[in-house]
C-alpha cells in the first residue's frame, strides 16, 4: 500500500501561485509514476501532469502547460506541482495518484490516490 497526502492548497487570485505538495508513505516509492489529477464540481476528474520515478519524464495537460511544472525529491518521497499564472478555470481540488505504469493520463491507470486539496483561483 501507498498512502498518499497533498497540502498547499488555497484561495488565490488570478495570476498568482500555488505550490501543491503530495507526500508518499508505505511502501517503497520507487517505480511509480506520480500525476496529479484535478476535479471541478459537476465535471469529470481529468488529469493535470504526470512524472516518471526515473529521468524525470514529464506529461502535461496542454491548458496548464507552460504554466505549471511538476517536480519530484524521490529521497523525501514527495512530488510537486508548482502552478503558476493561476486562472479561474484552475479552480478544483486537486488529487496526486501514483501508479506503475509510465506516465498515464486515465485516472483509473492509477492505483493509490490522495484524499485532494481544494485549489480556488478568484477573478
Known amino acids: 500500500q501507498v498512502q498518499l497526502v497533498e497540502s498547499g492548497g488555497g484561495l488565490v487570485q488570478a495570476g498568482g501561485s500555488l505550490r501543491l505538495s503530495c507526500a508518499a508513505s508505505g511502501r517503497t516509492f520507487s517505480g511509480y509514476s506520480m500525476g496529479w489529477f484535478r476535479q471541478a464540481p459537476g465535471k469529470e476528474r481529468e488529469f493535470v501532469a504526470a512524472i516518471t520515478w526515473s529521468v524525470g519524464g514529464t506529461r502535461y495537460q496542454d491548458s496548464v502547460r507552460g504554466r505549471f511544472t511538476i517536480s519530484r525529491d524521490n529521497a523525501k518521497s514527495t512530488v510537486h506541482l508548482q502552478m503558476n499564472s493561476l486562472k479561474p478555470e484552475d479552480t478544483a481540488v486537486y488529487y496526486c495518484?501514483?501508479?506503475?505504469?509510465?506516465?498515464?493520463?486515465?485516472?483509473?491507470?492509477?492505483?493509490?490516490w490522495g484524499q485532494g486539496t481544494q485549489v480556488t483561483v478568484s477573478s
Open positions: 495518484a501514483a501508479t506503475l505504469r509510465i506516465l498515464p493520463q486515465i485516472p483509473s491507470l492509477y492505483d493509490y
